[in-house]
């Protein structure tokens, strides 16, 4: 089965560019003003011509208005937005139908039951995120590198499209990838020298880690 990898949070060329290297499918960008990956779409929209027809532009918002959805799909006309905030199943049919675009909704998990939040977005989100919940104080909905029980994903419908995330890295993938299967993996800030910093080497470390994980489970 391909994997889908989508390295989150780019702001600079150089991380966009190891991310390309490695083979990243899907390059995100974090419209939020209080994340130390905050990026203006006029920004974003010069990053992301490097990925044109190599990988998918994710524009990602938390609970963002109109008028700034507005100016983030006119200025970097996204391949996807990915829903990170309180967004209702409505609201997600809603912007699917006024700009065109697929939508990946993503949720927090920390239990099982907290796989019961899906059903409402069934055959409204085109894909989900599966992120951690964020930490008592946080500020932000992820990019926390904090993990959560990977395991609880095994009762997952297989129908369900996905993308793993929280507190993935080089070191930790392989036992991600063994335990939950999924078919998409997000990392952020488990590719980052310090919050908001990716550093192209680790990048390149991560995706190193991915191949041996997978060619050990085609062994």
């Given at each position: 089965m391909a994997l889908d990898i989508k390295i989150c949070g780019l702001k600079t060329d150089h991380a966009m560019a190891a991310a390309l290297a490695g083979g990243a499918t899907h390059v995100g960008f974090i419209f939020f003003a209080k994340s130390p990956r905050y990026v203006e779409p006029a920004h974003a929209c010069r990053l992301r011509e490097a990925a044109r027809g190599k990988a998918l532009a994710v524009a990602v918002t938390v609970d963002a208005s109109d008028a700034f959805l507005d100016q983030i799909v006119t200025a970097m006309q996204p391949d996807m937005l990915q829903l990170h905030g309180s967004e209702t199943p409505e609201q997600?049919?809603?912007?699917?139908?006024?700009?065109?675009?697929?939508?990946?909704?993503?949720?927090?998990?920390?239990?099982?039951?907290?796989?019961?939040?899906?059903?409402?977005?069934?055959?409204?989100?085109?894909?989900?995120?599966?992120?951690a919940k964020p930490p008592k104080g946080s500020v932000l909905p992820g990019g926390n590198?904090?993990?959560?029980?990977?395991?609880?994903?095994?009762?997952?419908?297989?129908?369900?499209?996905?993308m793993l995330s929280g507190g993935l890295n080089a070191a930790n993938?392989?036992?991600?990838?063994?335990?939950?299967?999924?078919?998409?993996?997000?990392?952020?800030?488990?590719?980052?020298?310090?919050?908001?910093?990716?550093?192209?080497?680790?990048?390149?470390?991560?995706?190193?880690?991915?191949?041996?994980?997978?060619?050990?489970r085609a062994a």
């Open positions: 997600v049919a809603e912007l699917k139908v006024r700009y065109g675009l697929p939508v990946m909704k993503a949720l927090p998990l920390s239990e099982a039951a907290d796989l019961d939040r899906i059903e409402p977005f069934i055959g409204v989100a085109d894909r989900f995120l599966f992120d590198g904090v993990a959560f029980d990977w395991r609880i994903l095994a009762g997952l419908d297989a129908g369900v499209d996905y993938i392989g036992d991600a990838l063994r335990l939950a299967n999924p078919p998409g993996i997000d990392i952020s800030s488990g590719v980052e020298s310090a919050p908001g910093v990716k550093d192209p080497a680790l990048i390149e470390q991560f995706f190193r880690a991915v191949r041996a994980a997978r060619d050990d």
